[in-house]
């Protein structure tokens, strides 16, 4: 097998500027990715086998249904993912398109290795390139033997695009069409369902989101010497209908002063603290995306319950 890593060498988060920036906003809000350390990802893997959050079951069945349409669709290529993520997700496109080599772009470093490690197991044949890097601001691939000439395909399922607000969704699909010069883009996106499915798929019976969210508390504690209650927070996920979004929040049950580095942050009762949204794009959404960033959608494979599709990418001009 052979793995390749590139470490870019991301510059480290200024952590309390951005949690004094986030905490000043209203509502306050804090960047999706500060949910996953260490725990918070264990959490995360943990949610996507709960019966209620069958996004993830649902899109590894929808390409493993359809590797060969999608292969067929793409053509050949180097597969360039963006977040290495579920790395089962990436495995029946390798296989179809019987690709030679795979680049994973992801902010981790060991998360790179662990994937790749796994990975390059099932796929002996193919070389595995690990780039360390701010994956959702990465214009070009890093010089590099293995993937130089090679054209390029891109993949970025999960509906994590979701979690960016509209701008940073435009921002992002324009730095991919960039970096993918001229290839496709495979991207992942949830669709709008009924909104009690929706607000139970992120809070689940098991309380497993709520362990999620609250993590967050607990990750800001270690990292900034805070004192956060986790207890004194209730979780809540909410359909937003105007926005087509699902809004999770952790909401205060009392008043109190919460001290993160150093910084004194007043909630009163029922304020709340924003931890993520997770924005769902109907098929005119998606396609209203895709066009304000320079790209137009060739096919469009969804699973049988209408909940998640893969829409094919190309430069429209």
Same mark, same amino acid.
């Given at each position: 097998?052979?793995?390749?890593?590139?470490? &870019?060498?991301?510059?480290?988060?200024?952590?309390?500027?951005?949690?004094?920036?986030?905490?000043?906003?209203?509502?306050?809000?804090?960047?999706?990715?500060?949910?996953?350390?260490?725990?918070?990802?264990?959490?995360?893997?943990?949610?996507?086998?709960?019966?209620?959050?069958?996004?993830?079951?649902?899109?590894?069945?929808?390409?493993?249904?359809?590797?060969?349409?999608?292969?067929?669709?793409?053509?050949?290529?180097?597969?360039?993912?963006?977040?290495?993520?579920?790395?089962?997700?990436?495995?029946?496109?390798?296989?179809?398109?019987?690709?030679?080599?795979?680049?994973?772009?992801?902010?981790?470093?060991?998360?790179?290795?662990?994937?790749?490690?796994?990975?390059?197991?099932?796929?002996?044949?193919?070389?595995?390139?690990?780039?360390?890097?701010?994956?959702?601001?990465?214009?070009?691939?890093?010089?590099?033997?293995?993937?130089?000439?090679?054209?390029?395909?891109?993949?970025?399922?999960?509906?994590?695009?979701?979690?960016?607000?509209?701008?940073?969704?435009?921002?992002?699909?324009?730095?991919?069409?960039?970096?993918?010069?001229?290839?496709?883009? &495979?991207?992942?996106?949830?669709?709008?369902?009924?909104?009690?499915?929706?607000?139970?798929?992120?809070?689940?019976?098991?309380?497993?989101?709520?362990?999620?969210?609250?993590?967050?508390?607990?990750?800001?504690?270690?990292? &900034?010497?805070?004192?956060?209650?986790?207890?004194?927070?209730?979780?809540?996920?909410?359909?937003?209908?105007?926005?087509?979004?699902?809004?999770?929040? &952790?909401?205060?049950?009392?008043?109190?002063?919460?001290?993160?580095?150093?910084?004194?942050?007043?909630?009163?009762?029922?304020?709340?603290?924003?931890?993520?949204?997770?924005?769902?794009?109907?098929?005119?959404?998606?396609?209203?995306?895709?066009?304000?960033?320079?790209?137009?959608?060739?096919?469009?494979?969804?699973?049988?319950?209408?909940?998640?599709?893969?829409?094919?990418?190309?430069?429209?001009?």
């Amino acid at each position: 097998m052979s793995i390749s890593l590139v470490n &870019l060498h991301p510059p480290p988060a200024d952590l309390q500027r951005l949690v004094r920036d986030g905490l000043q906003r209203s509502p306050r809000q804090l960047p999706a990715w500060m949910l996953y350390d260490a725990a918070g990802s264990r959490l995360f893997a943990e949610i996507c086998r709960q019966p209620e959050y069958t996004l993830t079951q649902r899109e590894i069945a929808l390409l493993e249904d359809n590797a060969a349409a999608i292969a067929a669709a793409t053509g050949p290529g180097l597969v360039v993912e963006f977040g290495i993520g579920n790395a089962r997700k990436v495995d029946p496109l390798l296989t179809a398109l019987g690709s030679k080599v795979f680049a994973a772009l992801d902010i981790s470093l060991s998360a790179l290795k662990e994937a790749l490690s796994g990975l390059s197991a099932r796929h002996p044949n193919t070389t595995m390139v690990g780039i360390c890097c701010d994956h959702t601001r990465l214009e070009q691939l890093p010089q590099h033997p293995a993937l130089d000439g090679q054209r390029r395909i891109g993949f970025f399922p999960g509906s994590s695009l979701g979690n960016f607000t509209p701008e940073e969704a435009v921002d992002f699909l324009h730095n991919a069409r960039q970096l993918l010069a001229g290839g496709p883009l &495979l991207l992942g996106l949830d669709q709008p369902r009924e909104p009690a499915l929706m607000e139970a798929a992120y809070d689940d019976a098991a309380g497993v989101s709520a362990a999620f969210a609250r993590n967050l508390l607990q990750r800001l504690n270690r990292d &900034l010497q805070g004192d956060a209650d986790p207890t004194q927070f209730r979780y809540r996920a909410h359909w937003q209908a105007t926005q087509q979004r699902i809004e999770m929040a &952790l909401v205060s049950t009392q008043d109190q002063t919460v001290h993160l580095g150093g910084e004194a942050w007043f909630f009163r009762q029922g304020d709340a603290w924003i931890t993520e949204h997770s924005v769902k794009y109907s098929p005119d959404a998606a396609a209203a995306l895709a066009a304000q960033a320079g790209w137009r959608i060739q096919r469009r494979w969804t699973d049988p319950h209408q909940q998640i599709a893969l829409h094919l990418l190309l430069p429209a001009n």
